[in-house]
């Protein structure tokens, strides 16, 4: 049994640390040949913006991550959750990251499964498609059949765990001289991003972590979490149910109404408040791919992929938590005392220093903590985005924050904020109206 492959498929994968230098440094020539184009147009009159160029370099940057997978592809993953971080025409192509990317050939597929099970796909199911339905940064999904279930297939990309670590070693001393930072100081948030990277690339860890945070928040109402199979996985193939449902563009342009709405955001939001404060571990990547919409019973929300998960430390929940309250906000000392247990004020600070980074967190924690502080919460109000948006822009300007060298605060909050924006983004996007009250 065997399909067409796509001619769009990718047949090879840069797995080693030579070819993916090699790689990126191909990309590099070719986006300064983007430049050399660029200026030699507009030296001759012709027309050529920057809009032109900025489009230019991120389909070159953008097929090199696609090609390469892994690590590289995940950042861009994230990166396109920041709206405001990046020019349009790169938001607009790191945003496939989180639908679609280049499959892998139906030939590296099958090898997958003969490395896994000693047998091919067709043999291990009744029904295979060895055409990818979804491709992304770790892994790619297959539909399959087996005893009348329809099933979803993550295949993982070969060498990914390997490339994961070989990407970091190859940029690490390349950031490291060009934002003058010490290693021993980086440490810790390398190794924070770099061990749950490497945790997405077993199956395994994902297969038990997503029976056990679904049997946990069974109980919340509007919410859908896929059954796994153990002996149709491994450690590099996942096996779950088929969930119904539309990513978060598709569901959109369906036009639910606004309690279908409300219900999704208000699913999105218990889920990850009984995460937080209940199970003291979150999913870690909520990015739109990760979930899948209904308006099925006033609004259904499917939740997949439990690669990515954050689990929170008694003293980081404490501190979370206590840096959203009202009460700490109105408290300077109280305010202070937090943030030099949380490692971003610091005993031997200047008193300028101190106080900037003081009014700097309490303008921050006021408004990204505001949801946090209402009975009822409109993520629909452009206005608060804005804010938000504009707030990162003014923090981005500030010269004490530019000339800054050192990291602080604790490598737990990676995750963590990672998480509330991407939260934030969904809600933003569904223009919910939610329950936020505790």
């Known amino acids: 049994m065997s399909e067409p492959i796509d001619s769009t498929s990718l047949s090879s994968l840069p797995?080693?640390?030579?070819?993916?230098?090699?790689?990126?440094?191909?990309?590099?020539?070719?986006?300064?040949?983007?430049y050399v184009k660029h200026y030699a147009k507009r030296a001759v009159g012709a027309e050529s913006t920057t809009d032109d160029l900025h489009a230019a370099n991120a389909a070159e940057l953008y097929g090199t991550l696609s090609?390469?997978?892994?690590?590289?592809?995940?950042?861009?993953?994230?990166?396109?959750?920041?709206?405001?971080?990046?020019?349009?025409?790169?938001?607009?192509?790191?945003?496939?990251?989180?639908?679609?990317?280049?499959?892998?050939?139906?030939?590296?597929?099958?090898?997958?499964?003969?490395?896994?099970?000693g047998k091919s796909p067709f043999e291990v199911?009744?029904?295979?498609?060895?055409?990818?339905?979804?491709?992304?940064?770790?892994?790619?999904?297959?539909?399959?059949?087996?005893?009348?279930?329809?099933?979803?297939?993550?295949?993982?990309?070969?060498?990914?765990a390997d490339s994961i670590r070989s990407d970091i070693r190859l940029v690490k001393p390349i950031a490291l001289r060009v934002l003058g930072l010490d290693e021993a100081t980086v440490r810790p948030y390398l190794q924070e991003v770099e061990t749950r990277l490497i945790e997405e690339t077993d199956y395994t860890l994902e297969l038990r972590r997503g029976r056990e945070i679904a049997a946990q928040c069974a109980a919340l109402p509007h919410l859908e979490f896929a059954a796994y199979y153990s002996e149709l996985s491994?450690?590099?193939?996942?096996?779950?149910?088929?969930?119904?449902?539309?990513?978060?563009?598709?569901?959109?342009?369906?036009?639910p109404t606004q309690?279908?709405?409300?219900?999704?955001?208000?699913?999105?939001?218990?889920?990850?408040?009984?995460?937080?404060?209940?199970?003291?571990?979150?999913?870690?990547?909520?990015?739109?791919?990760?979930?899948?919409?209904?308006?099925?019973?006033?609004?259904?929300?499917?939740?997949?992929d439990f690669g990515c998960v954050k689990e929170i430390p008694a003293d980081v929940h404490r501190l979370f938590t206590d840096l959203l309250t009202p009460e700490?906000?109105?408290?300077?000392?109280?305010?202070?005392a937090l943030l030099t247990e949380a490692g971003i004020?610091?005993?031997?600070?200047?008193?300028?220093?101190?106080?900037?980074?003081?009014?700097?967190?309490?303008?921050?924690?006021?408004?990204?903590?505001?949801?946090?502080?209402?009975?009822?919460?409109?993520?629909?109000?452009?206005?608060?985005?804005?804010?938000l948006y504009a707030l990162g822009n003014d923090l981005m300007q500030q010269p004490e924050l530019r000339q800054q060298r050192e990291p602080r605060g604790s490598e737990h909050f990676i995750y963590l904020n990672r998480t509330y924006v991407g939260l934030y983004a969904l809600l933003t996007e569904l223009r919910a109206e939610v329950r936020t009250a505790a």
Do not use: C
């Open 67 to 117: 090609e390469m997978k892994g690590s590289v592809l995940k950042v861009a993953q994230m990166l396109a959750m920041e709206k405001n971080l990046l020019p349009t025409a790169y938001a607009d192509q790191f945003a496939q990251a989180q639908y679609q990317t280049p499959p892998l050939s139906g030939p590296l597929i099958v090898k997958a499964f003969r490395d896994a099970f």
């Open 15 to 34: 797995t080693t640390k030579v070819a993916r230098a090699a790689r990126f440094a191909r990309t590099g020539l070719n986006v300064g040949a983007n």
């Open 328 to 336: 700490t906000l109105a408290d300077r000392t109280r305010l202070a």
């Open 345 to 387: 004020l610091r005993a031997d600070d200047a008193a300028t220093r101190q106080n900037f980074y003081l009014d700097t967190m309490q303008a921050s924690l006021e408004l990204v903590g505001r949801p946090f502080r209402q009975d009822v919460f409109d993520f629909g109000d452009p206005a608060y985005m804005q804010a």
């Open 259 to 304: 309690a279908v709405r409300n219900q999704v955001g208000q699913a999105l939001w218990d889920f990850y408040m009984f995460q937080l404060n209940q199970l003291r571990m979150v999913h870690a990547d909520p990015h739109p791919g990760n979930f899948l919409l209904r308006a099925d019973n006033g609004g259904t929300v499917g939740v997949l």
């Open 125 to 160: 199911f009744e029904e295979f498609d060895i055409k990818a339905r979804q491709a992304a940064s770790i892994g790619q999904v297959h539909f399959a059949r087996k005893a009348g279930k329809q099933l979803a297939v993550k295949v993982q990309y070969p060498g990914v």
């Open 234 to 255: 491994s450690a590099r193939i996942l096996t779950m149910d088929w969930l119904p449902g539309q990513h978060l563009k598709e569901f959109l342009a369906t036009a």
